[in-house]
């Protein structure tokens, strides 16, 4: 049988089944059940009994007889089956809520049957709930040979359709002894080096090993095969648009910059800023369009780099914008940039969803005429009828907010198309950079500016919260801010401010006015009112924010001590940290304090250790995508790039690793591919290919 075949070919399949498989698992061809992987095996050579079940035994391969079959009404066309079944050892009970009527028929005693299944126990007696179910006699004689057995994940549909792992074992065992075993893909010295087994021979493996040994000799070589392929997907597109993008080259640092430089930089530059300039100076110059990603934890000043570079764009006659994820991001990055600009004759604007439309109108004719030099915005920017004159260069600032289709826009805004700069601190692990951001070139901003304490971090539970707010009074008084921040729990946004709204009533009990002043943000304030509020923390008129998660990335208050992260345990480690870098902006030590309730779960537990024991960004996304698995960081999802089958970006560093540098050096050496005709035509048929294309 060829890898092509339609599936329902294959002996044991047939059109219904096909159907079945081509609709829950989009399997249409043999090559694409081979490529199905089983996400276990069961090792017959220790088949279980049932005295030896444990509640950790998860799925199980039992031998023995049924009896006492019984079914019972539960409703209206409803019932429930259940059936004894015994190994000599002990009994469990099979039940089935669907499908009773095939199983009634089939089920014969004095037979003997091997059943598969997770055992539980349920009102002190095992039970197993939808088992498969085969006579032992068909089972044995065919898997004699199989020393292992493999577990499919099946659907619900699957199994109505008789299509259940066991089944769906029978099918690969059939396959895998007759299919026409596919073509080498790797280079044959990657395989000498690594000493990987044929493809052809993994793909068998990996359903009926022989061994465990060959069972991780075929892993190996097929996650290796996955992540080699991601990252040339990756660079390839790197290597191609290096080759063919035409960039506007900036060649000269101008009176802008320089006369930023002399007069008006606040502080000077850490070396970290200095060498991200420069990587930065670099890639406008080339004649290629940049595309690189700054990385730099919160605080470590990238607001900085961004406006440099933007100032260098300007000395090159050419307009640039910067879009932040929020309007208040976007608003405090306007206020930032007239002030630190004053004085030197640059137009910048502040275009967000909020400004009335005649003003919006007026703004968008002098950004496109080229009279404003700098827009600030949020998506807005985005929108199609914003015009530029010349633009020359954007930035994107904390960018896991922005879809890869927004960011496909904006490329389409001048020709040659802008330069872009991505700025994250969301810290991201390193294998994961490795993969998805192998097509952006990347900067990190490893340096903290100089006079920075490491922000102490506490866990306290209600009990102590009196305490808590006596420390918050004492810092108040010596002249500090303080953030207190409530997670969004409802889908209902009033309900939320309820909750908000309780905690401020609270707040205000233990501060009294008029001594203490407090402002409440959160998403529901118009836009105006959350400057307002925002721009009254800013310059010290109130002493406590009260927040919703909007304050969660980017907001700048230097004088801020202290942040209060109330129900602690219902945010994720990302945007415990992104709170947490609110504060320790300014000299004073700085605080960050996690209240929650009494007994927390293992993971919440996890995580608020994580977060008492380091401040370390990247640890902190290490331990995120430990904790989380990679499906769930946030963007990666919607990203629909990221989609692994076989290997993990938590486990197998050394993998992502060894490919990233396997397929460097090969496109170093041979960048159009010419010499690998193999990986060529697989670039050619790239799905990738075409989705990164648009967006670089
Ligand atoms: P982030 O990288 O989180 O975006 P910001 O750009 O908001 O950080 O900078 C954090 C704070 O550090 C700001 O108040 C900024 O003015 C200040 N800062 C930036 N660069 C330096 C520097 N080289 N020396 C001292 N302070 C700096
Ligand atoms: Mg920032």
């Not at 930089?265 to 420069?278: E, M, S």
């Not at 600032?397 to 904006?410: A, P, T, Y």
């Not at 490795?434 to 102490?456: A, F, K, N, Q």
Request: glycine share 8%; charged share 25%.
């Amino acid at each position: 049988m060829q890898l092509t075949d339609d599936i329902a070919y294959l002996k044991g399949v047939g059109p219904s089944r096909a159907k079945v498989l081509a609709d829950e698992l989009g399997i249409l061809t043999a090559g694409d059940l081979l490529h199905y992987f089983p996400f276990r095996h069961i090792d017959r050579s220790n088949a279980a009994t049932v005295a030896s079940l444990t509640e950790e035994s998860g799925i199980v391969v039992l031998t023995g007889t049924v009896s006492n079959m019984q079914t019972v009404s539960t409703g209206p066309r409803r019932e429930r089956l259940t059936v004894d079944f015994s190994d000599g050892t002990g009994s469990l009970q099979l039940v089935w809520f669907a499908g009773t009527k095939w199983v009634r028929e089939k089920l014969k005693p004095n037979i003997r049957y091997t059943i598969i299944g997770t055992p539980s126990v349920f009102n002190g007696q095992w039970q197993m709930t939808h088992p498969e179910v085969e006579a032992e006699q068909s089972a044995a004689g065919r898997q004699q040979s199989a020393p292992f057995l493999p577990v499919y994940n099946t659907t619900d549909k699957m199994k109505q359709h008789g299509l259940g792992t066991r089944a769906l074992s029978r099918l690969t065992e059939t396959l895998v002894g007759c299919i026409v075993p596919p073509e080498e893909t790797l280079p044959p010295e990657v395989i000498g080096k690594y000493r990987l087994i044929p493809l052809g021979d993994a793909l068998k493996a990996i359903h009926y090993p022989d061994s465990t040994a060959a069972l991780d000799a075929a892993r190996t070589r097929l996650k290796f095969e996955e992540l080699f392929f991601l990252q040339l997907d990756h660079q390839y597109a790197r290597t191609d648009r290096q080759s063919h993008s035409v960039g506007r080259i900036f060649p000269s640092v101008g009176d802008h910059f320089n006369r930023f430089y002399a007069e008006k930089i606040p502080f000077p530059l850490t070396n970290a800023q200095k060498r991200v300039i420069r990587e930065i100076r670099e890639d406008l110059r080339s004649g290629r369009q940049m595309n690189r990603l700054v990385q730099g934890d919160v605080g470590s000043g990238k607001t900085l780099v961004a406006l440099m570079c933007m100032l260098l764009a300007i000395d090159n006659g050419c307009q640039t914008c910067l879009m932040a994820p929020t309007e208040i991001l976007a608003t405090q990055h306007y206020h930032t940039f007239l002030h630190m600009l004053s004085g030197l004759g640059i137009g910048v604007e502040l275009l967000i969803g909020s400004v009335p439309a005649a003003e919006k109108r007026k703004m968008k004719a002098r950004i496109a005429s080229g009279e404003t030099q700098i827009v600030i915005g949020t998506h807005a920017l985005i929108e199609d009828d914003v015009q530029f004159r010349e633009l020359g260069l954007v930035v994107i600032d904390e960018q896991h907010r922005f879809g890869v289709e927004q960011r496909s826009k904006l490329w389409a805004k001048a020709t040659p198309p802008p330069h872009v700069l991505v700025m994250t601190a969301t810290p991201i692990p390193r294998t994961l950079a490795m993969t998805l951001y192998g097509d952006l070139d990347c900067s990190v901003i490893d340096e903290l500016p100089p006079g920075r304490h490491p922000v102490r971090t506490f866990h306290r539970t209600e009990p102590r919260r009196p305490l808590v707010f006596s420390f918050l009074k004492q810092q108040i008084d010596a002249g500090r801010q303080v953030y207190i921040v409530y997670p969004l729990i409802h889908d209902n946004p009033k309900l939320d401010l309820k909750d908000l709204e309780d905690g401020l009533e609270m707040v205000q009990s233990y501060f009294p006015r008029p001594q203490y002043q407090v402002s409440m943000m959160h998403g529901q304030l118009s836009p105006e009112e959350k400057a307002f509020e925002m721009q009254r923390f800013k310059q010290g008129k109130t002493h406590i924010m009260v927040a919703t998660t909007v304050i969660e990335v980017g907001v700048d208050v230097p004088n801020a001590t202290v942040m209060v992260i109330e129900n602690a345990e219902r945010f994720g480690l990302s945007q415990l940290h992104q709170l947490r870098g609110r504060v320790g902006r300014g000299a004073d030590q700085s605080y960050c304090i996690l209240m929650t309730k009494d007994n927390l779960a293992g993971s919440s537990r996890e995580r608020i250790q994580t977060m008492c024991a380091t401040t370390d960004g990247f640890q902190i996304a290490e331990a995120d995508l430990r904790l989380r698995g990679p499906g769930d960081i946030q963007g990666l999802q919607q990203s629909g790039i990221l989609e692994l089958q076989i290997a993990s970006i938590v486990d197998d560093e050394p993998l992502v690793r060894a490919t990233r540098d396997e397929v460097h050096d090969i496109l170093a050496d041979d960048p159009n591919l010419t010499r690998h005709p193999t990986l060529y035509n697989y670039m050619q048929h790239s799905k990738h290919k075409q989705l990164w294309s648009k967006i670089s």
